[in-house]
């Protein structure tokens, strides 16, 4: 193993893509790439877990909205895929920079690419579409589950995967289309989730007012159709999930956008190997966020467990 000696300054020949399976960039962070893969290792355990949980969990319940569960089934779904594909893809990846095997790691730092980009891209996608889908089930109140049906959600959901995997296959013939996707999408979507959020908590401000000045009245009001406080607390949860993504998307964003600009180096490397890292985080964080904050998901997962050990010690 080469000693740390982490460069910034000293000139590289070519690209960060073409840099990425060289010792250029590797030699002197091998321990380091190490240790990182022995924290992905158990964050990928952690995510197929966690994620096989809820998926089960969301099977067994029945109070959530349909299109606002497959939502979240979709999450889950690209969750488990970052466990069981991405991050073992990523740590072979790295493991064959420490050895020096520069055939696998070409191989695998394309596939690892190529999966990630499409299980981020869902990821981000589905939770503009929970901020869209909160705006409509406030807007549209009674016609709600007439507009926003499980049809046009699995179509939705369906666009999402292929749009995605369009755009991480065409890094094959050239990184042009998916650094422009990335860019538009990433800005498309951080705008309609930041403009919804905000339709949302004006709309709630503005009811609250409504409702206090009504509430006297002896016949409920159109207002009372919608759950205010359920309906306050399904937007918080979908919150805190938007917020985590963004929290532990934004450097790995940081990152990428500086080595577009600097030259590559062993430090910025090693920052973006930590970055990729932070990003799969995101998937075993999830199911904490889903028990912690959606209390339907949080009992469906006890009973869960609950069942799953009584059925092993019967």
């Known amino acids: 193993m080469a000693t740390t000696n982490l460069t910034i300054g000293r000139k590289q020949t070519g690209s960060f893509e073409e ?3 060289s010792s250029t960039l590797t030699s002197g962070i091998h321990q380091h790439l190490i240790w ?3 924290v992905n290792t158990l964050l990928s355990i952690v995510s197929v877990i966690g994620n096989v949980l809820i998926l089960a969990a969301l099977r067994r319940e029945s109070s959530l909205h349909p299109p606002s569960k497959l939502f979240l089934r979709c999450l889950a779904i690209s969750d488990l895929s970052v466990g069981l594909l991405a991050e073992p893809l990523n740590i072979v990846y790295w493991m064959s920079l420490v050895y020096e095997n520069w055939d696998l790691c070409q191989f695998v730092s394309a596939a690892s690419f190529i999966v990630g980009y499409v299980l981020a891209s869902v990821s981000l996608f589905t939770l503009t579409a929970i901020s869209v889908d909160r705006v409509l089930a406030l807007v549209l109140r009674l016609r709600y589950r007439y507009v926003v049906t499980i049809q046009r959600t699995y179509v939705a959901v369906s ?3 292929g749009l995605s995997t369009a755009a991480a296959v065409s890094s094959l013939r050239t990184h042009l289309i998916t650094f422009w996707f990335s860019r538009i999408g990433i800005s498309v979507c951080l705008t309609t989730s930041i403009i919804a959020y905000t339709k949302i908590f004006v709309t709630l401000l503005r009811r609250r007012v409504q409702v206090r ?11 009372s159709v919608l759950n205010i406080a359920r309906y306050r607390k399904a937007v918080y949860s979908a919150l805190w999930i938007q917020l985590a993504l963004l929290a532990c998307y934004l450097p790995y964003s940081i990152v990428t956008a500086l080595l577009s600009y600097r030259r590559p180096s062993q430090l910025f490397f ?3 190997v930590m970055a990729v890292s932070l990003v799969y985080a995101n998937s075993s964080l999830n199911p904490i966020l889903y028990c912690w904050k959606i209390n339907e998901v949080r009992q469906a997962v006890k009973e869960t467990l609950r069942n799953s050990l009584c059925w092993r010690y019967s």
């Open 159 to 161: 666009f999402f995967w």
């Open 36 to 38: 990182i893969s022995a």
């Open 270 to 272: 090693l920052a973006w």
């Open 19 to 21: 840099l990425r399976c």
């Open 213 to 223: 000045a009504e509430i006297e009245q002896p016949v409920p009001s159109d207002q």
